[in-house]
């Protein structure tokens, strides 16, 4: 079974920094690449960034590569995304998910707004003011 709970989201100014978790089982943390897109009105859907904690690779979305750090706490099941010198363009509702290891192919993958995710958990909402 699947879970994921995202928190974190919230108002900052620009410039301004947030930490957003996503909090899962351990059959999940261990079985699938886990990260975050999002979704902001009018737009298409963007990845942001991911994390296999099984081989350690990494993807970032060009929009937010240098400013957003993902991470993970083997310990806690628990994957963090922290977001530093955040614009208003990055305003949106900010989902978790979680992608099958197998097979899977993150840029690729996280780089297309059409691609579906295996799993995906309810947003939160990261409002950046100017």
């Known amino acids: 079974d699947v879970q994921l709970q995202a928190s974190g989201g919230g108002l900052v100014q620009a410039g301004g920094s947030l930490r957003l978790s996503c909090a899962t089982s351990?059959?999940?943390?261990?079985?699938?690449?886990i990260g975050w897109f999002r979704q902001a009105p009018g737009k298409e859907r963007e990845g942001v960034a991911c994390?296999?904690?099984?081989?350690?690779?990494?993807y970032y979305g060009d929009s937010v590569q240098g400013r957003f750090t993902i991470s993970s706490d083997r310990t806690k099941n628990t994957v963090y995304l922290q977001m530093n010198s955040l614009k208003p363009e990055d305003t949106a509702v900010y989902h978790c998910?979680?992608?099958?290891?197998?097979?899977?192919?993150?840029?690729?993958?996280?780089?297309?707004?059409?691609?579906?995710?295996?799993?995906w958990g309810q947003g939160t909402q990261v409002t950046v003011s100017s």
């Open positions: 994390i296999n904690s099984r081989d350690g690779s990494i």
């Open positions: 998910a979680a992608d099958r290891l197998v097979g899977f192919e993150m840029e690729r993958y996280y780089n297309s707004p059409a691609y579906v995710h295996d799993e």
């Open positions: 351990k059959f999940t943390f261990d079985n699938y690449a």
